[in-house]
């Protein structure tokens, strides 16, 4: 019995001192967490999309609530109009989920660039969606259209060699970019208007 | 069990022809020499030549210093070695680079045969492993479109396979077997010259270096299941005679698919063997995503071997 | 024959360093050493993770009860992986996006809950420190090499910061081989079999 009761006593002791550690470091860390996931994810997508504007976008953003969850658009004031924005997309790689960053030129409704954020693909082949420019600089000025596919599937667009998947997945990300900006785009732009 | 199993003694498989291991090794190298000589050498001049003495003596060379790293006697002398680098340079396209060349006999050497305790212990034959992990590695130094485009014979110097696979059968038409027989298409150093595998493959089988079931299984398998998917749908899928004389398949039939240690010694086993192999074949190249799927088809074969070798007589007396 | 603290801590160096002599601790060893980068930064995680459960559990080890000492390591281990975890995320985090799901899995290591078990409940403070630490840096020594060895030849790079250092120039072409699953494990083989080599002499 009394070995019974050391052993609750002490898991108990030990369960407690490590949440109560974890409660602090997680307090302490969270914030900076935020703003490194913002700079280091989606920063360098938004700011290669978005460069030359005026503005800060990451400072710039707001949100849009509708079926399904919510989405993050990020502004950018060029010639002192915000008449372009960027938002998250997601499609499926060779090695998982491929987070992506669309931006679109509302006025024109034409695509001004295309970055992949978070990827987990082969490094020296799929990588090359985020690495190299020369694949998602296909996208810029192309219109929304419906579905945006890889040249060997019959689409637009030229596909990384060896990582015909993950080019896929980039141009599904795309096309789902598409079709939540055709769905939200009233809101949007009620929104930008509140922001002049 | 086991004090049982010491005093039983077997009939069967006692596999011996009277050769020595060097002797045999010496009449395959001498089956391949027609096709090199005439197929690769005549047709590709000086860089097949470059290539085929970089992959023997480079063959070599990796298997005395693993002789050396492992402390053990220096086995160049049973040929072997000379083989697996012959092999290796006749499925290559003639331009290869140098450190293709001595990546490959490489692989083949040291993590195909050495590594599994040399001759005889190898699960995978040396040569298709090799060929495998070169060609997930650098995709385009197999592309021989790409590798042979400085080469301008008086025949039709596309890629047959490539051909088929980008085009179907509209595209294969301009091709004819006569062509392939006599060499006149594009492909390894060694693939090309169809009469000169055929004979060298009869010479080995006739002179029982090689056994005549696994080559001929093989064939059969190739031809039976193009002939299946030829069938269904003839626009998509070309004729067996096309898929036998293309590609790696002759070589494959009687050069890799034949290699000792990694084939069954069985009658029976070594007909599911072939078999299974062609049909493999056959099936990644009309199906999957490669355009000449021998080598992989026979690295599959390779690994079902000792399932295979569980087929076998009942050992005379033996009770079960 | 107790050996001196100096040895408790060379010996995770060499005799003992974790994947080759071992060979524990395969998972993260096969999965993340694509590059020197990723190896260095796991292997350092891990050996954060090492002394500090290791001098938790050795000053501990009075106290907790023989029966449930494996659950007693295990939110031990956790903890401090989590630690780990959420301080990668606020000061590091592309490295940490390139570990990804192979930070937790630190718990799950079998060398971190092995030293507990079988060193520190039964050393005092210091040796276990030395002990942890030293196996600890064998480990991370033995990622990097793996990781140098697969990156320099499946990609021709070397990352030791962030940014890749091109070793053969532009005109290399990459043995992809040596960056996939397969090629780890052949890499690791062949690495194991070097090791034996000089070691046998």
């Known amino acids: ?196 | 069990m086991n004090s049982q199993k010491k005093l039983i003694v077997s009939h069967a498989p006692f596999l011996h022809n009277g050769s020595k291991i060097s002797e045999r090794h010496l009449h395959i190298i001498y089956a391949a020499l027609p096709a090199i000589l005439l197929g690769g050498l005549f047709r590709f001049g000086i860089p097949a030549i470059g290539v085929v003495c970089l992959s023997v003596s480079t063959a070599m060379l990796w298997e005395l210093i693993m002789n050396r790293a492992m402390q053990r006697p220096v086995s160049i002398g049973d040929g072997n070695a000379a083989l697996i680098g012959l092999l290796f340079a006749m499925l290559l396209p003639a331009t290869a680079p140098w450190w293709l060349v001595i990546t490959g006999t490489f692989v083949a050497i040291v993590i195909g045969k050495q590594i599994f305790g040399g001759i005889g212990g190898n699960a995978f034959n040396p040569v298709a492993l090799s060929i495998a992990i070169l060609m997930v590695s650098w995709k385009d130094f197999f592309d021989f479109n790409a590798m042979l485009v400085n080469y301008d014979p008086d025949f039709i110097m596309a890629y047959p396979l490539a051909a088929l696979k980008n085009f179907g059968v509209s595209g294969i038409e301009k091709y004819s077997i006569g062509d392939f027989l006599v060499g006149r298409q594009s492909g390894g150093i060694g693939a090309t010259f169809g009469i000169g595998l055929i004979l060298g493959g009869a010479y080995l089988m006739i002179r029982g270096f090689i056994r005549w079931e696994i080559s001929l299984a093989y064939l059969a398998g190739v031809f039976v299941t193009a002939q299946l998917f030829n069938l269904i749908d003839p626009v998509h899928y070309a004729d067996p005679f096309f898929h036998i004389f293309t590609g790696y398949t002759l070589i494959g039939a009687f050069f890799l698919a034949t290699e000792d240690s990694s084939s069954p010694v069985n009658f029976i086993p070594m007909l599911i063997y072939g078999a299974a192999g062609g049909l493999m074949t056959v099936l990644i190249r009309n199906i999957g995503a490669y355009i000449d799927g021998t080598v992989l088809a026979i690295l599959v074969i390779n690994l079902i071997h000792p399932l295979l070798d569980k087929i076998r007589p009942k050992a005379m007396g033996k009770v079960v | 024959m107790a050996k001196s603290i100096a040895q408790e801590f060379t010996k995770g160096l060499w005799e003992e360093i974790p994947p080759f002599r071992l060979v524990l601790g395969l998972c993260p060893v096969l999965a993340v050493t694509k590059t020197v980068e990723n190896g260095i930064g796991m292997g350092l995680a891990t050996t954060f993770v090492l002394v500090c459960s290791n001098i938790l559990v050795s000053s501990l080890r009075k106290i907790i009860p023989g029966k449930v000492r494996i659950a007693c390591f295990i939110i031990i281990i956790a903890t401090f992986v989590t630690v780990v975890e959420l301080v990668m995320q606020a000061f590091t985090y592309p490295l940490f996006l390139k570990l990804g799901i192979f930070i937790p899995l630190i718990v799950v290591n079998c060398i971190v809950l092995g030293r507990s078990e079988a060193f520190a409940f039964k050393n005092g403070i210091v040796r276990s420190l030395a002990d942890g630490l030293g196996i600890g840096i064998g480990f991370t020594l033995a990622l990097a090499s793996l990781g140098a060895v697969r990156e320099l030849f499946g990609n021709g790079t070397l990352t030791i910061w962030e940014t890749p250092i091109q070793i053969f120039g532009p005109s290399f072409q990459p043995f992809t081989f040596m960056v996939e699953a397969p090629g780890a494990f052949v890499c690791l083989g062949l690495m194991l079999c070097l090791m034996n080599l000089v070691g046998s002499k």
Request: hydrophobic letters at 40%; aromatic letters at 8%.
């Open chain 1, 1 to 196: 019995m009394r070995e019974m009761i050391k052993m609750v006593v002490v898991l108990v002791i030990l369960s407690s001192f490590s949440g109560g550690l974890l409660a602090a470091v997680r307090n302490s860390t969270k914030d900076k967490i935020e703003l490194q996931q913002l700079t280091f994810v989606k920063g360098p997508a938004i700011k290669s999309i978005l460069d030359g504007a005026s503005n800060d976008p990451i400072v710039d953003r707001f949100n849009i609530e509708y079926e399904g969850g919510t989405a993050s658009f990020y502004v950018g004031v060029f010639d002192g109009q915000p008449d372009r924005v960027a938002f998250e997309s997601a499609g499926k790689g060779f090695g998982g989920d491929l987070g992506l960053m669309v931006g679109v030129d509302i006025k024109a409704d034409k695509i001004i660039g295309v970055g992949v954020t978070t990827h987990s693909e082969t490094p020296g082949i799929g990588s090359k969606a985020k690495t190299d420019p020369s694949f998602t600089r296909q996208f810029e000025g192309m219109d929304l259209i419906d579905s945006f596919q890889v040249k060997t599937d019959g689409g637009q667009v030229d596909a990384i060699s060896g990582a015909t998947i993950t080019s896929r997945g980039v141009a599904f990300g795309v096309t789902q970019a598409g079709a939540l900006y055709k769905a939200l785009k009233p809101q949007i732009e009620a929104k930008l208007k509140e922001f002049k």
